[in-house]
């Protein structure tokens, strides 16, 4: 008797990046953004389309004025109008396809376009800035998630450490899983998610954009008010009256009133009292302590461990001390006895009031995460024929670039390197590819002249009324939430070998 096998469904290829997966009707590709549906290849994410429903009815001004009356404020998406994203667009791969939309809009009497297109990175990467004095790591120093190198430790700013995580030698220039969790890890923050990481003999970490860090276990509160020698400038005059010393515990300038030119300034006597360190200029000291997790980001842990020697030819007893970390989380008094040694004391209310002081002027700890790419050719491709005319036009600020609607920053030199905050761009505008590379939306505005000159696809422009229909994601300037993508008819399948 003869068997009868059942047809297995037809499969269509996709052809939305280098994977190229055969995918099944009814399924995903690998990347859980395209599927079969009879037949067709569909976009599950929806097209996005941002509006200023909060706008109070001000005048758009259009891209690059030369109307002397009117200033271009430099929001291209502040207006009642609509702004196309490229939130859900689709990508240009294989590169020789226009964006996948091109669209044409007038505004105030000034014919824009706008090109759209997912752009696939390998050469991309996140910066993370952490508000804290804490010691994270040391610089250089990798950053792990699932035990995976995924990025380094870089150089420290003014109150905040920060991370380099990503690039292309993360990606596709080690193991095949190192690739998969740092691509995890940069499309979890990008899309404004948790991220727990290690640093390599350092603090462990959970990063989310907006959010305060967690280190160690502790949830940061305050990002340090300056350096120890900053904190004594600011705040000199208010301790004056009340205390005779105050060293304020700092990872990178211990300052000491008495020494420093403010204290010098208000007539304060030397105290006597000499911190461990090296001395920079008076006043300021550097490497008082190894880097931790203690007072201003130090080691110390018990505040007088700072106090090298008291000079008793110019201390005296009754001298009133104060030790404070650049975030007054952390402070201590103490009163000099007959013997000069530092005993506790009561402090005083106004005494406590500084301390106060410092903390309200702190900003709150948070995490910033900035993607950072740059335009390849699928992306300038997409615009022009002749690719080089694009950059060309966005370094002489004829076109402007955005990312989900997100002003971009355009770095100097050569190509369009770009970085932009993730905060400002809708939520869940990052997706992947299963190279891996992160999939990240772009968007190229200028005039329609202009675009004629640059040699773009004119062919392929489309009016914006044509493309607005209820299936499109519509989002407020600045709206996070999360809007739900229609998934349940489609199951998810690693097929791209098949």
């Not at 596709?172 to 727990?196: F, M, P, Q, Y």
């Not at 959010?211 to 305050?222: H, M, N, Q, T, Y």
């Not at 650049?326 to 005083?348: C, F, H, K, S």
Request: charged share 25%.
């Amino acid at each position: 008797m003869a068997v009868r096998r059942r047809k297995r469904p037809e499969k269509i290829r996709c052809d939305a990046c280098p994977v190229m997966c055969y995918i099944a009707d009814g399924q995903s590709g690998a990347c859980d953004r395209y599927a079969n549906h009879s037949g067709q290849l569909v976009r599950l994410d929806p097209l996005t389309v941002i509006e200023n429903v909060s706008s109070k009815g001000g005048q758009a001004v259009p891209f690059l004025s030369t109307d002397e009356e009117c200033e271009w404020s430099g929001d291209i998406v502040g207006s009642e109008r609509p702004f196309i994203t490229a939130i859900g667009a689709g990508t240009t791969y294989p590169d020789y396809k226009p964006a996948p939309f091109i669209v044409s809009q007038d505004v105030d009497g000034v014919d824009m376009v706008t090109v759209v297109t997912e752009g696939i990175f390998s050469y991309c990467g996140v910066k993370v800035k952490i508000d804290t004095d804490r010691h994270v790591g040391e610089e250089r120093a990798a950053v792990l998630a699932e035990d995976e190198p995924v990025g380094h430790v870089t150089t420290s700013e003014y109150g905040s450490k920060m991370l380099s995580l990503g690039g292309v030698e993360h990606l596709t220039g080690g193991s095949k899983k190192e690739g998969r969790v740092t691509c995890d890890t940069l499309l979890n923050l990008c899309n404004g998610e948790a991220v727990e990481m290690q640093v390599e003999d350092g603090a462990n970490l959970v990063v989310q954009a907006g959010k305060a860090p967690v280190i160690d276990g502790e949830r940061e509160s305050l990002m340090r008010v300056g350096c120890g020698s900053a904190a004594i400038g600011m705040f000199a005059r208010q301790w004056q009256p009340h205390v005779d010393e105050v060293i304020v515990v700092d990872d990178h300038i211990t300052g000491v009133l008495t020494e420093h030119e403010a204290g010098k300034q208000l007539g304060m006597p030397l105290a006597g009292i000499r911190v461990t360190g090296r001395r920079s200029t008076p006043g300021r000291y550097f490497q008082v302590a190894d880097a931790g997790t203690g007072w201003g980001g130090t080691s110390i842990k018990e505040p007088l461990d700072v106090v090298k020697r008291i000079d008793k030819r110019k201390a005296w007893s009754g001298l009133r001390l104060l030790l404070v970390s650049t975030t007054g989380e952390q402070w201590a008094y103490y009163v000099l006895d007959n013997e000069l040694i530092p005993r506790p004391a009561q402090i005083t209310e106004p005494l406590l009031e500084t301390t106060e002081r410092i903390a309200e002027n702190c900003e709150p700890s948070i995490c910033s995460v900035l993607f950072m790419g740059g335009a390849g050719g699928s992306l300038r491709a997409g615009v022009t024929d002749n690719p080089v005319r694009l950059t060309h036009s966005v370094r002489s600020a004829l076109t402007y670039v955005s990312c989900g609607g997100a002003k971009a920053y355009i770095w100097p030199g050569g190509g369009i390197t770009f970085m932009v905050d993730v905060l400002e761009m809708p939520a869940n505008s990052f997706g992947y590819v299963p190279t891996p590379a992160l999939v990240a939306p772009v968007e190229f505005t200028l005039r329609h002249s202009d675009f004629e000159r640059l040699g773009g696809h004119v062919e392929a422009v489309q009016q914006l009324a044509s493309i607005l229909h209820p299936d499109i994601r519509t989002v407020a300037v600045g709206e996070r939430s999360p809007d739900p993508v229609n998934r349940q008819n489609f199951s998810w399948a690693r097929d791209a070998s098949d």
